[in-house]
């Protein structure tokens, strides 16, 4: 049985890694196993979590080329972006403190994940000709981000840079990102979950309950971003299928082919 999230311990904080090779892209399984992962670790009364990726690459998004595999049976395309969803609010509602360990690009459904973490730390990117990126693309390929994804970025970044990163579909270079503190921090790429462990290491030191229920507290927009009714799946589902949205993933999925579906910044 193929291993979608590996589980490493790092005593009472426990690393969920995605491992869908080669660019841990999220289909309707992977998005499951998330969630089970996530709600595992509640079980197993673990203090804090990591939420990693591989080398070079956090996650490139949705999966879209499974996704247009769903044709059009509306059905199962609805189930898909319902694990997503479910996976984003597993995350976002979970009670202990969450930290992104951005191991490489983050574009689209990753940047989603890493929005609903507490904290942000990204690889500093080695190559100056491609940098590591991280952003809400999804005007690039067709798509519309919700309401309530749309206040996620604006609760980092602030409603004017976030309107001008969505309305863009831009791509912020890791170093920009920290700048206007989409992430947190920025280190080497063996330092990322190092770094991660030891963030919340230093906040399981603080008293717990108090911690835990403040966390709470500020997080209570995060929760109320994610409802249903400013998520419009059933809206959202349907934009899918608009000539413009099919045209620029049908581009998309041509442009991941030629590029054997290497770590591409520009998923969905």
């Known amino acids: 049985m193929t291993t979608l999230i590996e589980v490493i311990n790092h005593g009472p904080i426990r690393e969920l890694r995605l491992a869908r090779p080669p660019v841990n892209a999220l289909d309707t399984e992977l998005c499951r196993h998330l969630i089970h992962a996530i709600n595992q670790a509640m079980a197993d009364d673990v203090h804090g ?3 990693s990726g591989s080398e070079r690459i956090f996650s490139a998004g949705m999966d879209v ?3 247009l595999g769903h044709g059009e049976d509306r059905h199962k395309l609805l189930d898909s972006w319902q694990a997503f969803f479910g996976a984003v609010r ?3 509602e979970s009670r202990i403190p969450v930290v992104a360990a951005l191991t490489g690009h983050a574009p689209a459904g990753g940047c989603v994940l890493a929005l609903c973490c507490d904290y942000r730390i990204m690889a500093r990117s080695t190559d100056p000709a491609q940098p590591n990126v991280i952003g809400l693309n999804e005007v690039q ?6 309401e309530g994804i749309q206040r996620l ?3 980092v970044v602030g409603h004017h840079r976030a309107s001008q990163l969505l309305i863009g579909g831009e791509m912020v270079p890791a170093e920009r990102a920290l700048e206007i503190g989409l ?5 080497a790429p063996a330092d990322v979950v190092p770094r991660a462990v030891a963030w919340l290491g ?3 030191k603080l008293p717990r309950q108090p911690m835990l229920h403040t966390r709470s507290v500020a997080r209570a927009d995060l929760h109320e971003a994610l409802h249903a009714d400013l998520i419009q799946l059933d809206r959202f589902v349907e934009a899918w299928y608009a000539p413009d949205a099919q045209q620029a993933l ?9 590029a054997g579906r290497q770590p591409a910044p520009d998923a969905a």
Do not use: C, K, N
């Open 49 to 51: 979590l990591v939420l």
């Open 65 to 67: 080329p499974h996704l």
């Open 90 to 92: 597993t995350l976002a």
């Open 141 to 146: 390929v067709g798509l519309v981000a919700p």
């Open 153 to 155: 970025m604006r609760r």
């Open 183 to 187: 992430v947190d921090e920025l280190v």
């Open 202 to 204: 230093r906040l399981l």
């Open 250 to 258: 049908q581009t998309l999925v041509a442009r991941l082919g030629s």
